[in-house]
């Protein structure tokens, strides 16, 4: 992680705008078989169609699960979910799993699938997890180039073939050019026939200090 911002300075990189100072949270040994127990439960609750008594059931146990887990909520920052880089996703179960196989200056590589939970229509992924992935994937490639923490000012993306569930896929982004505050960044996301299934172009904003 470079301790220069893009105008040579540490002071904007050590306060990212408004951002607090993330310092990485160590996960438990069982953290990623959790994630995964839950991203199953996600990928049940939106394809099973069961019986009324079983429903009735699940929800007695998922309200039994939500008590166990309520008294060991903390605030943002400060739980293992989105920050673990070893876990597909980070560990985040708003974000697909995929696990990051190149991070530098020269770009960020990641590589995964989407699930029954990503299903859009007709056996496709979802039109609005496609962005997701991106611009997740743009906000590691500002983090990668040792820039400051920047906010995505626009997101661009072409939808080019139909993606797939489950399939292995890679997607790849690099800064392009830099203008002051402004990162202008691309990706593209491919099949392992090296497809383009879409790709994407996105305007990355450095933040000010103190902006949140
Ligand atoms: C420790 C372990 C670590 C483990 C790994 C974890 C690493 C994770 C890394 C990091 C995590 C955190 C990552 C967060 C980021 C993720 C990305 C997002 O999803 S962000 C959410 C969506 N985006 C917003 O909500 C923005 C909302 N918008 C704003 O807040 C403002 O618009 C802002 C701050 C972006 C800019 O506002 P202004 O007032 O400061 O600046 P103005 O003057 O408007 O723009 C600056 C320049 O950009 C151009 N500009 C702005 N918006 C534009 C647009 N839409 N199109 C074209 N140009 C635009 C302007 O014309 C101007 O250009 P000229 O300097 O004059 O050349």
Not at 31 to 58: C, E, I, K, M
Not at 124 to 133: E, F, Q, R
């Amino acid at each position: 992680m470079s301790e220069q911002n893009s105008r040579g300075g540490d002071d904007a990189y050590e306060h990212h705008g408004g951002f607090p100072v993330y310092e990485p949270v160590k996960a438990g040994p069982n953290f990623g078989r959790f994630v995964d127990v839950f991203r199953r439960l996600q990928d049940l609750a939106v394809s099973t169609h069961a019986p009324d008594d079983v429903v009735d059931q699940a929800i007695a146990q998922a309200e039994a699960l939500g008590d166990l887990l309520e008294p060991y909520k903390v605030g943002e920052g400060k739980s293992p979910a989105g920050f673990n880089v070893d876990i597909p996703g980070r560990g985040s179960l708003l974000l697909p799993p995929w696990t990051i196989e190149k991070f530098d200056a020269d770009g960020v590589r990641e590589r995964g699938h989407f699930r029954r939970y990503h299903l859009g229509g007709n056996g496709a992924v979802h039109g609005g997890t496609i962005p997701l992935l991106f611009d997740d994937l743009f906000g590691m490639v500002i983090h990668a180039s040792g820039r400051p923490i920047a906010r995505t000012g626009y997101l661009h993306v072409n939808y080019r073939k139909i993606t797939p569930l489950w399939d292995e896929l890679v997607v790849e982004g690099r800064v392009d050019s830099v203008d002051g505050r402004k990162a202008f960044c691309s990706a593209e996301l491919r099949d392992l026939d090296g497809t383009v299934l879409a790709d994407s172009e996105a305007l990355m904003i450095e933040l000010l200090p103190g902006q949140p």
